[in-house]
């Protein structure tokens, strides 16, 4: 019987990670500004699901073999075009490109039922209603598999929805709060859903209203805990794979990552300190399969990790690795690798067409005679198009073994 071993990362403080693949998303001529908002690795490691700024969900295929002494070049295999803005998306836990049966994913849609896609063509497998006191579909903001991956457990405005993924239709609602009158319970979007490993049935449920709320399989919509400590919305909420009684928690427009204890859910264990953020974009963060590392972006490009066996709050590492805001961080599930995307909406003042006519400084000065019929101009203004500083995603490499530096003689030939 094999035994798994977790991949060792090799963050030096004084070595920076070597770029081993980079890619680009598609573009269109509705969308030539593309950029990836956020991207995740296929369970089996083999690609990675992007969401893109022109709703589209883009496959990544990595090549199968990733040089050490050359850059691979990592090319969208399949584009799969939403219907509207995509809210979230989420990778089935077993899926693995060998398995065809097993290779899909969820997606969530503004005012569409929630979806299982199969990754190779996007055909619709299945789908799940929400359905809200309107008749109208409501799209969660968050979803999650539980452990044993039977039920989806789907997020939206005060509410969770639970599905039993074999039982396409409609599911169980759990309120977050006895009634939309109420002052007790959780209220708000549930922003995120992260379930512990210990395979206990304990899920942590955050909101767009500063709160984070411990639930469990077994007792239904009854909360567990309230967390304590919070500032603003909460952006993701995530459990320790090792030590499943650490969650981790990110907000909006926040310099720091809050660590508890669920045992002792009302003080802060641990915070970790990053560059000031005053975005309210989705940045996202991860912590790798053996429990040690924790990485996250910036609105500046900058990557940080953190050693989660000590107690500093400092990062242990911190590079330069895109132009632009990195939407999300992601560990390779086997292997010493991170996968980082960038981009953000960049807006620029318009620029004025203007006709052949008196200039402005002419009108208001009054220059020409007053019997004179002056015409005014016609200013014709270009819509203001977002743009994307750097629309990348990378692969580093954080395995011992670094390319080597070039010595002088190669540099000279």
């Excluded at 296929?42 to 690609?47: L, M, N, V, W």
């Excluded at 809210?87 to 065809?100: C, E, G, I, T, V």
Aim: glycine letters at 4%; aromatic letters at 8%.
């Amino acid at each position: 019987m094999s035994t798994w071993i977790p991949p060792k990362l090799d963050l030096d403080l004084n070595v920076t990670p070597h770029v081993i693949a980079s890619g680009r998303p598609l573009v269109s001529n509705e969308y030539p500004e593309n950029f990836f908002r956020m991207a995740k690795w296929c369970p089996d490691g083999s690609a990675a699901l992007a969401q893109c700024e022109d709703r589209t969900l883009q496959v990544l295929k990595l090549p199968t073999e990733l040089l050490e002494s050359t850059l691979a070049d990592i090319v969208p295999s399949s584009a799969f075009q939403q219907s509207g803005p995509i809210l979230d998306f989420l990778w089935y836990p077993s899926a693995n490109a060998q398995d065809p049966a097993t290779y899909c994913f969820i997606s969530s849609v503004r005012e569409c039922p929630v979806k299982l896609l199969d990754a190779t063509n996007g055909r619709l497998r299945a789908s799940y209603k929400i359905v809200d006191h309107r008749e109208r579909h409501v799209a969660p903001h968050s979803m999650a598999f539980n452990c044993v991956a039977t039920h989806l457990y789907c997020g939206f405005e005060e509410a969770i929805e639970v599905f039993d993924i074999q039982r396409p239709g409609e599911g169980v609602r759990l309120a977050t709060t006895p009634s939309r009158k109420s002052k007790d319970g959780m209220k708000g979007i549930v922003s995120s859903i992260a379930f512990s490993r210990d395979y206990s049935g304990l899920y942590a449920a955050s909101s767009l209203t500063s709160a984070i709320t411990l639930f469990s399989e077994s007792t239904g919509d009854e909360p567990v805990a309230y967390l304590d400590g919070m500032t603003s919305a909460i952006m993701q909420v995530q459990f320790h794979p090792v030590q499943p009684h650490l969650l981790y928690a990110s907000q909006r427009r926040s310099n720091t990552i809050l660590c508890w204890d669920v045992r002792s859910p009302h003080v802060i264990m641990q915070s970790f300190e990053r560059k000031p953020q005053n975005t309210n974009q989705k940045l996202l963060f991860d912590i790798d399969s053996s429990g040690r590392w924790l990485a996250t972006g910036d609105e500046h490009g900058y990557v940080s990790t953190y050693d989660l066996n000590n107690d500093k709050s400092e990062p242990a590492m911190q590079f330069h690795a895109h132009d632009d805001a990195i939407g999300s961080t992601n560990f390779h599930p086997a292997e010493p690798k991170i996968m980082t995307v960038s981009g953000s909406r960049h807006f620029h003042a318009p620029s004025p067409t203007t006709s052949n006519s008196p200039s402005d400084s002419e009108l208001e000065t009054g220059t020409g005679s007053e019997t004179e019929d002056v015409e005014r101009p016609i200013v014709q203004r270009r819509p203001i198009w977002p743009l994307a500083t750097d629309s990348s995603m990378k692969v580093w490499g954080l395995d011992t073994h670094r390319p080597a530096e070039p010595t002088e003689s190669t540099t000279n030939e």
